[in-house]
């Protein structure tokens, strides 16, 4: 695999045409939010012909819209004033706490404890479900602009990781209400597999026999199949999943597929096929992104493609309020529209995709609709998922808000409140 990233990146894009202007810009952008590109992409996915405007380039490459202007403008007079490289690292991490790195409570709310003491690496968000961050999955094969774990690859202080399954394992033990567990980061696929399988052998044992799922977060399928066919390891790889799966446990492989694209390659097919060889099963989903997959016919034929591969399609979730959000977000009131487009132009097979989806603070909340209810309309919500399980399925209504994007955003209508916000 050949990498691309900070000054490399750069002259990727000079090669390949882009003008002196982008690459300056580039090169501010990078300074503050993390890019990373591979060969694969590179070469597989980006329609160059079509660069800027390609949505895999949009996805994967620097926009100086990325920034806030008042950030952007300081970082570049840094730049141009060629400062010493320790004080624009400086500014860099100042601008990124700007940027809302650590969203939905993921370190104030989530990290759970042992023996009163923080386990930076696991979160508990949801009763039946825990996350893993194994330490040495905290990078990917290539990153995405709207990533809301960025913070996670540019050295912050924060970043979420643990060293040693024994701590995931003890906690575990005293959580039996656990049922699902979720490997995640980064990317559990860019561990070798003897490295991965000393984080999954633990929860085969019979002491831990309430753990039923097994779940990889990954864009290995999307950016680097390799990883599931040619790989060093890769039949390695398969045959962890076939142990996961023969010692009764659900393996669900949460593909992340932005675009159509994604999906059409020889090898990414070839990698589908043999992750469901072994029992796994494929799930997709992605956030809803300006630039990139903000029309209808774009997510109907991701469906499309996603049954017709095997994959079941998921989530479509709302871009979380981290990072380059004013680059990739979309109103919700928009998002609403392109789902309902791009739902009613599938089978039922592929209507298991639930969206708008917003994973808040208090929980996952659907967007369901925008009816107009005594004369005033409003948006309709529910919650899928909650901190408090009680509330799962609680419906509540908010104004109508062509502007808003996110939940923060949403105001009380209808005499019901919105759960989670403070009242008064």
Known sequence: MKLYTGERLAELAKSRGLPDDYVRELRVVSSVLPFRVNNYVVDELIDWDNAPDDPIFRLTFPHRDMLPLNIFGSIDELIRAGVPRAVLAKAAADARHMLNPHPSGQLEANVPTVNGLPVLGLQHKYQETVLVFPSQGQTCHAYCGYCFRWAQFVGSEARQALSDPSRMVEYLHHHREVTDVLFTGGD?????TDV???????????DLGHIATLRFGTKALSYWPARFTDGQDADDLLRLLELCVA????????????HPRELQTTTAQRAIARVRDT??????QA??????NDDAQVW??????????????????????????TYFEVPLARALQIYVAAISRVSGLARTARGPVMSAHIGKVVLDGAPTIHGEQVFSLRLLQARDPSLVGQQFFARYDPAAC?????EPALGTEIPGRAVG
Not at 308 to 319: A, K, L, N, T, W
Not at 406 to 410: E, I, K, P, T, V
């Open 247 to 258: 010692g009764g446990r659900h393996v669900a492989v949460m593909a992340h597929f932005s």
């Open 196 to 206: 991965l399988r000393r984080w999954v052998d633990p929860l085969l044992s019979a």
């Open 300 to 325: 109907s034929r991701m469906w499309q493609l996603q049954v017709s591969s095997g994959v079941i399609p998921y989530y479509m979730f709302v871009e979380r309020d981290t990072g380059a959000r």
């Open 279 to 284: 029992g796994a099963v494929i799930r997709a």
């Open 188 to 192: 559990p696929m860019i561990m070798r």
């Open 406 to 410: 996110w939940f923060d955003d949403l």
């Open 287 to 292: 956030p809803l992104v300006a630039h990139v």
